[in-house]
């Protein structure tokens, strides 16, 4: 049976307009109550930017073959175990039958600032990744097969994202493929590496300038960390879990 990917492309530009007016309407709803947040963070703090990713990862779990299986997308059922915390807290977790079946984080990074921002959501997805994998090793999740574990991170589109960064280390060098990268160009080599490194399924990320509030507009660095190939992997995972559980 073929995959269905519930019209992704028309699925994500709806995603990406709702991202962009989540954000503003965040930051008015602050301007209305006289609580305004400094810089980007006012766009932030309400906390509903990716939720049209969420729907759009619902309709895949739901078009292949998992119709029933139970998609937890309350604060209260997103805890998992981990092995060097207590517990971690996801933004997507699927579960059929007692069994993890999927495992997905939403992230999002606008401007101005891209480099401190940088630091901390890669030492944030190589530190989830790691506790997670270490405790399925140590049987958290019980003696299941390995689940879906996803990474979807969208960055503003803008010129600092895009323009050339210079580093400094002073006794070695910096690997090549980071040298004069853009904060874009990061990002794409650190998605491709997490998957590279089996620390996730699959890691995409997407790119969209702010005007993409009207048009849904958003792009992509690679194939290796385009959207489609995030979604065709996360439908494929489940297709064939629906096949092993039926």
């Avoid at 999002?108 to 940088?118: A, D, E, I, L, R």
């Amino acid at each position: 049976m073929a995959l269905d990917l519930v019209d992704y492309e028309y699925n994500a530009q709806e995603a990406v307009k709702a991202f962009w007016g989540n954000r503003e309407a965040a930051r008015q709803r602050q301007a209305d109550n006289g609580n305004i947040d400094q810089g980007e963070r006012a766009g932030v703090t309400d906390g509903k930017n990716m939720d049209g990713f969420v729907g759009l990862i619902k309709k895949i779990v739901m078009a292949n073959g998992l119709a029933h299986a139970q998609i937890h997308l309350n604060k209260s059922a997103l805890t998992l175990p981990g092995y060097f915390r207590p517990t971690k807290l996801w933004d997507i977790l699927v579960t059929h039958n007692g069994q993890l079946i999927a495992a997905i984080e939403l992230k999002s990074q606008v401007g101005p600032s891209f480099g401190n921002n940088f630091n901390n959501r890669t030492e944030e997805a190589i530190g989830t990744a790691h506790d997670l994998w270490t405790a399925y090793r140590e049987g958290a999740f019980g003696k299941n097969p390995r689940p879906f574990v996803g990474w979807l991170m969208l960055v503003e589109y803008a010129e600092k994202s895009i323009t050339p960064v210079r580093d400094a280390s002073p006794h070695f060098p910096v690997f090549r493929e980071f040298q004069g990268a853009s904060y874009l160009k990061r990002y794409d080599i650190l998605c491709q590496k997490l998957v590279q490194e089996q620390l996730y399924t699959a890691a995409a990320l997407i790119t969209s300038p702010r005007v993409a509030a009207q048009t849904g507009e958003f792009g992509q660095m690679s194939e290796m960390t385009s959207l489609k190939t995030f979604v065709t992997t996360l439908a494929g995972h489940i297709a064939t879990t629906a096949a092993r559980l039926s």
